[in-house]
């Protein structure tokens, strides 16, 4: 990437009660799972969220006592962005690993989805945004990718402990017209390269490629406040919007 930092839209999806065992003793706390996104117009498409089932996270207090999850490495960084009460100081509240919240439930902005589901992406890394990915599978092929795996693989659902109703209701929603791709813009690549898995890095490569340039600059959106409008013209409307109703806040790194 280019000198200096990259700014972030962080998403807030909120964690509904029952929480998963090794987050009870957090029980009645405001919990935010935090997902680092560069296409905030894209959040009407959200089906669920990722995180790697071996990887660290932790949970960590905000300054008005609400908690985040994320890695520390982020955390960290969050912590010299005015996130906590001291600056660069990071009050840890648990470590956990992202096992430990697959199947988690959420309530995440401007999804027509009421609830979506905590499920495991295997090839997130580790060194960056926050270490939670939060999934439209209608225009990221690694995204769609992984939500085919889970589709597809009853045995891969099981190894998690995640039932069906975690993810067979949940289907790419048509959000975003791109020249060329239609309105669901990573099924169509992920047809046309005929991608196998989540593991296809090479192709997912090529899938992204082709299509990020095209949805950023030409993209139409079809659903919500901006609906008919050019992407590029109402990404920082959008982005503004999330954070003005409590569903986003800004990061860099
Ligand atoms: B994007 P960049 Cl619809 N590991 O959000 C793997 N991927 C990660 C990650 C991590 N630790 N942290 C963030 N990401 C993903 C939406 C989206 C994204 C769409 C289309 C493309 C796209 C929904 N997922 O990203 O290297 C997040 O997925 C294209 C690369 O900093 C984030 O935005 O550019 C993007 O990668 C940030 O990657």
């Known amino acids: 990437e280019g000198v200096g930092p ?35 117009e894209t959040m009407y498409g959200q089906t669920n969220c990722w995180v790697r089932p071996d990887m660290k996270y932790i949970a960590f207090s905000l300054k008005n006592s609400d ?17 906590t009460k001291e600056n660069g100081k990071l009050e840890i509240l ?16 401007l999804t027509k989805y009421d609830t979506i589901y905590t499920l495991p992406m295997l090839t997130i890394k580790e060194d960056k945004g926050t270490g939670v990915v939060t999934s439209v599978p209608s225009d990221s092929p690694d995204d769609y990718a992984a939500l085919v795996d889970l589709k597809k693989k009853p045995q891969f659902r099981e ?10 209701p949940f289907e790419p929603v048509p959000i975003l017209d791109i020249p060329e791709f239609g309105n669901l813009s990573a099924v169509a690549v992920y047809e046309k390269l005929k991608i196998q898995s989540q593991n296809d ?29 050019k992407i590029q013209d109402v990404k920082k409307s959008l982005q503004k919007d999330l954070i003005k109703n409590g569903g986003a806040v800004i990061y860099y790194e």
Request: charged fraction near 25%.
């Open 201 to 229: 890095r090479e192709k997912l490569q090529e899938a992204k490629d082709l299509v990020y340039l095209k949805g950023f600059y030409d993209g139409i959106m079809l659903v919500g406040e901006y609906k008919g409008k």
């Open 6 to 40: 990259q700014e972030y839209t962080l998403i807030k999806m909120k964690l509904l009660e029952p929480f998963p065992t090794a987050l009870s003793k957090l029980k009645g706390k405001n919990i935010f799972l935090v997902a680092a996104t560069l296409r905030p």
């Open 94 to 109: 648990l470590e956990f690993e992202g096992q430990a919240i697959i199947g988690a439930a959420l309530k995440a902005p």
């Open 159 to 168: 190894k998690y402990g995640i039932t069906d109703e975690m993810v067979l």
């Open 67 to 83: 908690v985040f999850v994320c890695t520390k490495r982020a955390a960290r960084n969050m912590a010299y962005q005015d996130f």
